[in-house]
Each structure stands twice: as structure tokens, then as C-alpha cells.
């Protein structure tokens, strides 16, 4: 189950019998029996909503700058009005209060606003409010949420770790060639890695899919399954100390292991880590030029945030942060006098998003993130 929109974990959770599975998740593989405990508005994504209706309202009133600027200038006019009238007349005074020095501002503020609208819409960029463009400005402080916003959806191939007789080639080809018609992302990470290293797929014979465990196939004449270390475990193979130590370095990590065995005998082991955004470092970097301070805020575990947090040259995390504990850290950058943007995707994100002075959602993030940026 993939449940990072509600508790920011980098990998699906898999689930046994007696497992709590919320509201607002997603399956990524097999099937599940529910027993209903709580409905409606007792959900926790219904909580969060709720939270947020309570939450105080988008009021800030921004003044566009043309209107100001024609403000200011009715009163010089109606000075020099009033000396002109002593001296060339009512209609020379009246022409100068027709001139309405300054009025035109009034009207290039807002189409201004509408053509930079216009402008990221056509980048698809969408902007709710035009005050929020004039208020980006202010920004100097950026916060990110981690899964789902600096990472994608889909994981990436880490490490291939073979046991004897078996090569990386051989593994991530008999893998590939087992997950070929799979959708979910795990699948379709296993499949990239193959085609970037252009390996030719044995031909599958038999497929039979063992429905939230793994698949096993028939790729000439040897027994081919993969799957996780709970479908390993039912097939009655043993895992050596190397292996376990490698499951927990790979849990803290918050990487995903996926387990290949040929003929009943562990084979080997695909590492599958998180993808960081391609335009995150330089997005990160640009940022930082400008003298913003960036700040990761994640539910998910400190090891694999703070792996992050590294690799993107970001110096303030926080891991393990619960919904209204990110929007407390939002409150609390704001009391700083900090002014404060969220960048944020899940239905976790929301409470911050709406503590934030701007928030940011991304394409294909939750709707209710969505809503509330």
C-alpha cells in the first residue's frame, strides 16, 4: 500500500492480516478484505479537512502598486488645479484636473496582473490570486515536503546485489522479463533500468501472479519468482545474516527490496531507491542564490530525509513530522518574522499549506492539496 499522501513514507507499506490501512491510500499490488472502524468525517484525511475548514482564512489585502501611485498623485493635481485657476482660468484648471495624473496606473496594475497570469498558465503554471505573485516576492524562506514533491512517484534501480552462480545482467533481465506486463511502480522501475542498459528479455512460458507477494514464470525451463521477502519466506527460503543486514540497512535507508529466486534458491536482489526530481538541485540552487533559506519538513523516517537533505545541499530537515506538527513549524517560521513559501503534494501537506504566507502544489498532487495551495 502506498500510503505517503497521508504519512510522507518514502516506500508502499506492505500489509498483513490485522493491519490498519487508512482512508485516502493506494493499493500498489494484491487485494485486501477492510474492516470498517471509523467513516465519513471520523477518516483521518475527513480530520485533516476539517482542521483546515477551522484554520484562519486567506485575508491579506495587497493594494496593486498602479492604484497607489494614482492615489498619490490626486492631490498634487488638485494643487496645481487650484494655482492654475487665478491664472489662466476655470477651463485651464479643469484641463489639468482632467489630465488625472497618474490614472492610467490604475488600469496597467491589473492587466499587468492578468498578462503574467495569462503568461503561467500558458507554462501551466496556475495562479489563484494575483496577490500571490506580488507576495512571492517577499519569500525568504522555502519549505519543502519530501516524498512525492523532491522525489517522483515511480523509485529508481539503486543496487543489484547477485549471489553465485548469477550476474546483474541476468538478475535484472529475468526480473524485467517476469514484471513486463505489471503496471505498479516498482514494476515499471524494474522495466526502465533494463531498457537504459538495453538488455535483450528472455521469453516468459507460464505466468502465474501470487496476489500481493510477487509473480513467478517459466523462462526456459527454470522456476523464476520475484517478489518481497514475505513471498520468499512462504517458499521456504532462507535468508543468510548478509542478506538481513542488508534488509536493514535498506529499511532505515527507506529503499525497497525486491527478491529474485530461480529453481526454490535465492538468486539475488534489486535495491530500488527513491528518484529525486531531475530539476531539484538546480531548482534548490537557484534558490539559494537568491539568499532564500531552504528547509525540508517529512513524514517519513530521518535516515532517508536526511540522505536527502544531503545529496540536495539542503541544511535544515525535519524528519517524522506528523500533519499539524509540519504546520506548527510553518507558525513558528512565521512568528521568526520569516515569510514563508510551502511546496507540498499530500493530503499531509494541507494543514502547512494553509500556515504558509504562499504554498505550492504540484501537477498530479492530491486534491485537497491542490485546493488548499
Not at 496594475?109 to 516576492?137: C, T, Y
Not at 522501475?189 to 528472455?202: G, W
Not at 501472479?209 to 523464476?224: A, P
Request: contains cysteine; proline residues 4%; negative net charge.
Amino acid at each position: 500500500v502506498d500510503q505517503h499522501a497521508l504519512t510522507g513514507e518514502s516506500k508502499p507499506i506492505e500489509k498483513e492480516a490485522g493491519g490498519k490501512v487508512f482512508a485516502s491510500t493506494l493499493i500498489l499490488g494484491g487485494r485486501i478484505l477492510i474492516k470498517v472502524e471509523k467513516t465519513g468525517s471520523d477518516t483521518n484525511a475527513a480530520e485533516i479537512g476539517l482542521i483546515l475548514e477551522q484554520t484562519q482564512e486567506y485575508k491579506e489585502s495587497l493594494r496593486l502598486r498602479g492604484k497607489q501611485i494614482a492615489d498619490d498623485f490626486i492631490a498634487p493635481t488638485l494643487v496645481v488645479s487650484g494655482l492654475t485657476l487665478p491664472m489662466l482660468g476655470p477651463g485651464a484648471a479643469m484641463a489639468i484636473i482632467w489630465t488625472a495624473f497618474g490614472y492610467n496606473m490604475k488600469l496597467y496594475g491589473p492587466i499587468s496582473v492578468l498578462n503574467f497570469l495569462h503568461i503561467m498558465a500558458a507554462n501551466g503554471i496556475l495562479i489563484k490570486d494575483g496577490r500571490s505573485l506580488e507576495m512571492l516576492q517577499k519569500v525568504d524562506t522555502l519549505v519543502f515536503d519530501k516524498t512525492g514533491t523532491l522525489t517522483m512517484e515511480q523509485p529508481q534501480l539503486g543496487h543489484i546485489h547477485p549471489l553465485e552462480p548469477f550476474d546483474e545482467a541476468t538478475l535484472l533481465s529475468y526480473a524485467a522479463a517476469a514484471e513486463y506486463r505489471q503496471t505498479h511502480p516498482i514494476a515499471r522501475a524494474i522495466l526502465t533500468a533494463a531498457e537504459q542498459r538495453k538488455l535483450d528479455l528472455p521469453k516468459v512460458e507460464e505466468t502465474a501472479y501470487r496476489i500481493g507477494y510477487g509473480i513467478e514464470v517459466k523462462i526456459d525451463t527454470k522456476l523464476v519468482q520475484v517478489g518481497s521477502a514475505k513471498y520468499m519466506e512462504q517458499l521456504g527460503i532462507l535468508f543468510s545474516n548478509q542478506i538481513q543486514n542488508l534488509k536493514v540497512v535498506s529499511d532505515t535507508r527507506g529503499h525497497s527490496l525486491v527478491y529474485i529466486a530461480v529453481d526454490g534458491t535465492l538468486a539475488g536482489i534489486l535495491e530500488l531507491q527513491p528518484c529525486i526530481r531531475p530539476e531539484a538541485k538546480e531548482i534548490i540552487n537557484y534558490v539559494k542564490d537568491q539568499g532564500i533559506t531552504v528547509t525540508i519538513i517529512s513524514g517519513d523516517h530521518e535516515q532517508p530525509t536526511r540522505q536527502l537533505a544531503n545529496e540536495l545541499g539542503v541544511e535544515h530537515y525535519f524528519a517524522e513530522t506528523l500533519p499539524d506538527k509540519k504546520a506548527e513549524l510553518i507558525t513558528r517560521l512565521r512568528k521568526d518574522g520569516k515569510f514563508v513559501a510551502y511546496v507540498g503534494d499530500g493530503i499531509n501537506d494541507a494543514i502547512a499549506l494553509k500556515q504558509a504566507n504562499v504554498s505550492i502544489s504540484l501537477r498530479g498532487a492530491s486534491s485537497v492539496a491542490t485546493d488548499t495551495a
